[in-house]
């Protein structure tokens, strides 16, 4: 029995250090199980789309696809663009079996690879109580995905830092200078921010500006193809094949 193919969905950006991170990320992947077959997919800016790959997939007959969003939250492309992409798919390809899989986030992995960023950039963990957090995603309109975000800041807050505030790079409000600021007026003797974000791009640069504008003591990187991040993806798509086992079955 052949295990369904993984489809890593990833926004796409003009940038070309996305998708060269993105494609990095699915090189672990498959270095973390070899013999699952891996492909990547943008959904706009990058090549290949979405549609091309799951066309080439059906006609060299593939019957079974895991499409897993490259996303940290349930927002607007997981929730419909995605969705709908994969339903015009499945209309033109009905031999070819796609689920959705879950976003990424929330997860204990997206935790410990903040954490492996900001040590890499030179946080050691007695700096941690005397240290305010800023955990700097891009941003959104949804309720659930702020939610999302507000609630990792809590966590955090419990692992040891001073305090932590979240920052928003579009859609809402604090900004990434603005939370430095404000923790700085709070009383943290070092700010730290780490970027909530997958690969470098242009929300990426706009939290790293605002960092540097502010004067943060450490900018972590973006969270890239750490080894957390592969594993979370198999996770991922683990939990996907299960349960589309069980619905074949039913």
Known sequence: MTHPTLLVIAHGSRDPRHAATVHALTERVRAERPGLRVETAFLEFNAPSVPRVLERLAAQGADEVVALPLLLTRAFHAKTDIPSVLREARARLPRLRVRQADVLGPSPLLNATLGRRLREAGVR???LPRTGLVLASAGSSDP????????????????GWCAVRPAFASALLPRTEDAVRALRAEGAERVAVAPYVIAPGRLPDRIAAGARAAGADVLADVLGPAPEMARLLLDRYD???VTVGASLSA
């Open 239 to 241: 939990e996907a094949r």
């Open 144 to 159: 659930e995905a702020i939610a999302v975000i507000a609630e990792i800041a809590r966590e955090l807050r419990h692992t």
């Open 125 to 127: 963990p007695g700096d």
